[in-house]
């Protein structure tokens, strides 16, 4: 069995996502990020970075989502990572594309409207909300021409770049960001949003 420790965050939601649609057997422990629980010794001791998500498997802990969600897939043996070498580069070069590139920007957005203004952290910064929506939307009007050719990311079947780049775009509702000049993304977008796995994963979190 896995165990996940995670917060409501869309790094955390990713493992979730990919947890639930390989069919893993896991538990999931929340760690409360207000109180600095990941600040803790005993979290420390799991991951010295004090960053969720972390996975504990037959004693042994991974943190960083990337590397969480392949190694499950993995596990499970799950054709949502192929076993084929360059099918699987191809969900890596999508993964690396969200975690560097339109992924950072979306997290970006959050971070200045939503997680400041929960936290008390101050207003958000001008410069780097602009500076992220300007390249949120080259990099979506590159993705939605993708999209308009395939209906996921990699090897025309779902995988687990499906799910981790989902967890980020998902945001656009929290920070209201329009999907409208994208189509294609927004259809993808409602494919993965209608997946019970999704739903169940979700229902995990804290309300």
Same mark, same amino acid.
């Given at each position: ?55 504990? =498997? ?11 969600? *392949? ?5 499970? #043996? ?11 580069? *191809? %969900? ?8 560097? =590139? ?20 101050? #207003?958000?910064?001008?410069?780097? %909300? ?13 993705? #939605? ?5 395939? #209906? ?16 980020? +775009?998902?945001?656009?509702?929290? %920070? ?7 189509? =294609? %993304?927004?259809?993808? +977008?409602?494919? +993965? ?10 229902? *995990?979190?804290?309300?």
């Amino acid at each position: 069995m896995f165990r996940l420790y995670g917060f409501s965050t869309q790094n955390t939601l990713k493992t979730l996502y990919v947890l639930e649609a390989v069919g893993a057997d896991y538990e999931y422990e929340f760690v409360n990020l207000a109180k600095r629980e990941q600040r803790q010794e005993q979290f420390l001791q799991m991951n010295p970075v004090g960053k969720v998500p972390v996975l504990e =498997h037959d004693g042994e802990y991974l943190f960083e989502s990337g590397a969480i969600c *392949r190694y499950v897939a993995n596990v499970m #043996d799950s054709p949502l990572y192929p076993a084929n070498k360059l099918q699987r580069a *191809r %969900v890596d070069q999508w993964m690396d594309f969200f975690t560097c =590139h339109l992924g950072r920007w979306f997290t970006i957005l959050y971070y200045e409207n939503v997680i400041k203004l929960k936290f008390k952290l101050g #207003d958000a910064d001008e410069d780097s %909300v602009a500076e992220a929506l300007k390249f949120a939307n080259q990099q979506l009007a590159m993705l #939605d021409k993708q999209l308009a050719a395939t #209906d996921w990311l990699a090897n025309d079947a779902m995988s687990i770049a499906d799910l981790f780049a989902y967890a980020y +775009i998902e945001q656009y509702r929290a %920070v209201d960001f329009s999907m409208d000049d994208y189509p =294609h %993304v927004l259809a993808w +977008i409602n494919t +993965i949003d209608s997946l019970d796995s999704i739903k169940v994963a979700r229902e *995990r979190l804290p309300s």
